[in-house]
Antibody, heavy 125, light 106 residues
């Protein structure tokens, strides 16, 4: 079955850019949406944004000005960049497949499954 | 923005108990509501999508119901492996999660 694995630096300095990659195995990345979600220690989950394999993106308005996502279908990978990080960006970052099911009302049901194991990114000098 | 709340924030229960967790949205979200289970140090796991559809492989003791603004996750007979934190998530607008409900051992 499909498995996801996050990778990237575990420590980023304040004001710099956080960069993470999610590698998808056991299936093709094509024709799916893929999302990033984060969770500060002891706190709840925050959706960061999603990318379709065409490259189209949708970001959380609260982070939109700092987020860039990209996809490399040849490597079965997608990536996250978060700029101008502060200590508030310290969190476990998860990647997940983002399922969409069209509804006759024009909205999409969407849910996240499966998830990667998560990677802790600490912002500190 | 749609605000998601969950109640209770935590509960203590025994193996075999019936457990009900409530999720409320600040406006109607139809049935665009999912439930996840998270154990310490692990990624969340999808249990229920579209308010009441059981994800493949998830035990049938888990069930979801509701529409509009009020939703429930029910565990019919709590098992030792069910002690975890449960999150609801709305997909009506920008995806957002509830604050979580921690289920621990009584």
């Amino acid at each position: 079955q499909v498995q996801l694995q996050e990778s990237g630096p575990g420590l980023v300095k304040p004001s710099e850019t956080l960069s993470l990659t999610c590698t998808v195995s056991g299936g093709s990345i094509s024709s799916y949406y893929w999302s990033w979600i984060r969770q500060p220690a002891g706190k709840g989950l925050e959706w960061i944004g999603r990318i379709y394999t065409s490259g189209s993106t949708n970001y959380n308005p609260s982070l939109k000005s700092r987020v860039t996502m990209s996809v490399d279908t040849s490597k079965n990978q997608f990536s996250l960049k978060l700029s101008s990080v502060t200590a508030a960006d310290t969190a476990v970052y998860y990647c997940a497949r983002d399922h969409h099911l069209a509804d006759i009302s024009g909205y999409d049901y969407n849910w996240f499954d499966p998830w990667g194991q998560g990677t802790l990114v600490t912002v500190s000098s | 923005d749609i605000q998601m709340t969950q109640s209770p924030s935590s509960l203590s229960a025994s193996v075999g108990d019936r457990v009900t967790i409530t999720c409320r949205a600040s406006q109607s979200i139809s049935s665009y509501l999912n439930w996840y289970q998270q154990k310490p140090g692990k990624a969340p796991k999808l249990l229920i999508y579209a308010a009441s559809s059981l994800q493949s492989g998830v035990p049938s003791r888990f069930s979801g119901s509701g529409s509009g603004t009020d939703f429930t996750l029910t565990i019919s007979s709590l098992q030792p492996e069910d002690f975890a934190t449960y999150y609801c998530q709305q997909s009506y607008s920008t995806p957002d999660f509830g604050p979580g409900t921690k289920v621990d051992i009584k």
